[in-house]
């Protein structure tokens, strides 16, 4: 029984962390469009591609709705290069293709993720198992572990953010149609490679924030349960 107790604190625990993390990426991603404006401006792509802002944020838009699969295809019309065409060709719309599954994937793990918390979390309420204690210390070992994992990646990104990008991609793509020509591609140009590195920092900071948050949480939580245990202990021995 305790076994199996533990292994479903470590599943609650675990499952939890993923839902943090995919949605803490969600949120840095589409909750504030103003924040690609301002790296579009940080990387003058406007210069880059000769269209006005407001096409670029409507490109933007279009763009980020496909990824969430809210529109079917990937065609936008805009002025760009002082002549109106469709902003993405064809080996832009294979590879957002690509790009649209990992982020549809992704949600969907959280929701899976989402369903085995729940799941475990019963269990160990059913199991009328010491949860609090339990769950509370598999989240903040894994919360430390994450974090250690973390510091790493961060060492080789801020050593070779090149490298990085290159492997990221080579892990998730099994093609190269994610190398474009800037002389060909207006894709590469409004997404230059700073603004992924940009937006790496953001999703960190915001899976940071959300995982500290709950880790002080899991740490109140963890101190009262063996408070508590100890004060049962005491009242068992008297």
Not at 184 to 191: H, K, Q
Request: hydrophobic share 55%; charged share 25%.
């Amino acid at each position: 029984m305790k076994l199996l107790q533990r292994t479903m604190a470590f599943l609650a625990a675990l499952s939890f962390i993923v839902v943090l993390l995919i949605t803490s990426a969600k949120g840095a991603i589409y909750l504030d469009f103003q924040y690609y404006q301002k790296e579009y401006e940080k990387y003058e792509v406007l210069d880059d591609l000769d269209m006005t802002m407001d096409d670029v944020m409507d490109v933007t838009h279009k763009m980020m709705a496909y990824l969430r699969g809210d529109r079917e295809e990937l065609v936008v019309n805009t002025h760009v290069d002082g002549k109106e065409q469709d902003f993405f060709n064809e080996q832009d719309r294979f590879h957002m293709a690509e790009v649209r599954d990992i982020f549809c994937n992704a949600l969907m793990i959280r929701w899976v993720s989402l369903g085995i918390f729940v799941a475990s979390m019963s269990a160990l309420l059913i199991m009328k198992a010491n949860w609090r204690k339990m769950v509370s210390a598999w989240y903040m070992g894994l919360v430390g572990f994450l974090a250690a994992a973390t510091g790493v990646l961060a060492y080789f990104m801020i050593r070779n953010f090149d490298q990085c990008f290159v492997i990221f991609h080579e892990i998730f793509f099994d093609n190269d149609l994610w190398m474009f020509n800037p002389e060909e591609d207006y894709m590469i140009r409004m997404l230059p490679e700073g603004l992924f590195a940009d937006f790496a920092v953001r999703i960190g900071i915001f899976a940071g924030v959300l995982l500290l948050v709950f880790l002080i949480v899991a740490w109140i939580l963890h101190k009262s349960a063996k408070r508590k245990e100890e004060d049962q202990n005491l009242f068992n021995i008297s």
